[in-house]
């Protein structure tokens, strides 16, 4: 079976810790995630789906594994017909939020300018 490297951080080969941050939180998708799960109710992924329409259900499961498997997000399975699904952030993904709301505050602040430029 092939390696999967989408989930994989290479502790062996970053020369900064910035690197695995920026390894764990590239997908397209994965800050729009987080961002979506920071207010802190858990999240079906219909309701996720419903939130970003432009993400495919494969990607956007794709992501959701990734973030889970890193430790950043927590899936609970109800078992009840249809299966049910939540996703919330763990204590860990919750620790990213104020860097989020930051790094939105600086967007906000350079397309300001931009307009003004």
């Keep these: 079976m092939p390696e999967d ?3 994989k951080v290479s502790c062996s080969s970053f020369t ?7 390894e764990i939180l ?3 998708w994965v800050p729009l995630i987080i961002w979506h799960l920071a207010d802190g109710e858990p999240k ?9 329409p432009k ?22 399975v109800y078992q009840e017909v249809p ?3 939540e996703y919330s952030l763990t204590e860990m993904g919750l620790k990213l939020i104020p860097i989020f ?15 003004e430029s």
């Design 5 to 7: 490297r989408t989930h």
């Design 16 to 22: 900064y810790e910035l690197e695995v941050a920026f």
């Design 26 to 28: 590239s997908g397209k």
């Design 44 to 52: 079906r992924f219909g309701e996720m789906r419903r939130l970003m």
């Design 55 to 76: 993400v495919t259900q494969k990607m956007l499961t794709q992501q959701l594994r990734a973030l889970e498997k890193h430790g950043l997000v927590s899936r609970k």
């Design 83 to 85: 299966p049910a699904v």
């Design 101 to 115: 709301e930051n790094v939105n505050g600086w967007a906000v602040e350079y397309l300001e300018k931009r307009e």
